[in-house]
Nanobody, 121 residues
Framework: QVQLVESGGGSVQAGGSLRLSCVLS????????MGWFRQIPGREREGVAR???????TYADSVKGRFTISKDNAKNTLYLQMTSLKREDTGMYYC???????????????WGQGTQVTVPE
């Protein structure tokens, strides 16, 4: 039912910016809790940001002030605007969703296949 497709990854120099997109099918973005995760080489997958259906957002401490999660209900798309990128941000980024209003944890039901973000030193 629910399908998530990420795009927008690439390679940028430290200090640069990227905007990731996640197109949702089978459901409506406005109804869901959605989030972004990443898996940095040598580390376990971690939550980066999540946003509730009402728009309330939560960020990992490591990205506060640099990343912004948002959504476009008309386009049924989730975004992650990343600025001031660091080498430590390099990894695979995943879009995720859950079909409940509950959005106070990092537990999600549906996942995209990921998009690679590389920040060389």
């Amino acid at each position: 039912q629910v399908q998530l497709v990420e795009s927008g990854g690439g390679s940028v120099q430290a200090g640069g910016s990227l905007r990731l997109s996640c197109v949702l099918s089978g459901y409506t973005v406005s109804t869901l809790c959605m989030g972004w995760f990443r898996q940095i080489p040598g580390r376990e997958r971690e939550g980066v940001a999540r946003i509730a259906y009402g728009g309330s957002a939560t960020y990992a401490d490591s990205v506060k002030g640099r990343f912004t999660i948002s959504k476009d209900n008309a386009k049924n798309t989730l975004y992650l605007q990343m600025t001031s990128l660091k080498r430590e941000d390099t990894g695979m980024y995943y879009c995720a969703a859950r079909t409940t209003a509950y959005c106070s944890t990092w537990a999600f039901m549906y996942w995209g296949q990921g998009t690679q973000v590389t920040v060389p030193e």
